[in-house]
């Protein structure tokens, strides 16, 4: 399995970033598809969640209203949609497949993808 993140860059406050996942070496409909994020000196933590078919969405407090996460099962691909950014939205983004759309503990995933990094400058 493997997960690639991409979309991440230098962003100044109140811009939008578009992040994108593409998986493989799994059946991606079969799975939900969730977006977590880790700061330094941070425990990595929950930020969205889309289930197999993309009908349910979740969203961390602090993203939401701001952020939303879409899947294109054809594709493979999650996409996490992220406007107003703030300074503290900066984070290495990681996305991951899992079982439940509302798994937020990151112990319970066990592939991950290597990330991309999301600066918002203030």
């Known amino acids: 399995v493997q997960l690639q993140a991409s979309g991440g860059g230098l962003v100044q406050a109140g811009g939008s970033q578009r992040l994108s996942c593409a998986a493989s070496?799994?059946?991606?409909?079969?799975?939900?598809m969730n977006w977590f994020r880790q700061s330094p000196g941070k425990e990595r933590e929950f930020v969205a969640g889309?289930?197999?078919?993309?009908?349910?969405?979740y969203y961390a407090d602090s993203v939401k209203g701001r952020f939303a996460i879409s899947r294109d099962n054809l594709k493979n691909t999650v996409d996490l949609q992220m406007n107003s950014l703030k300074p503290e939205d900066t984070a290495v983004y990681y996305c991951?497949?899992?079982?439940?759309?509302?798994?937020?503990?990151?112990?319970?995933?066990?592939?991950w993808g290597q990330g991309t990094q999301v600066t918002v400058s203030s």
């Open positions: 991951a497949a899992g079982f439940r759309a509302d798994q937020r503990s990151p112990a319970a995933y066990g592939v």
């Open positions: 889309i289930s197999r078919s993309g009908g349910v969405v």
């Open positions: 070496g799994l059946t991606f409909s079969n799975y939900a």
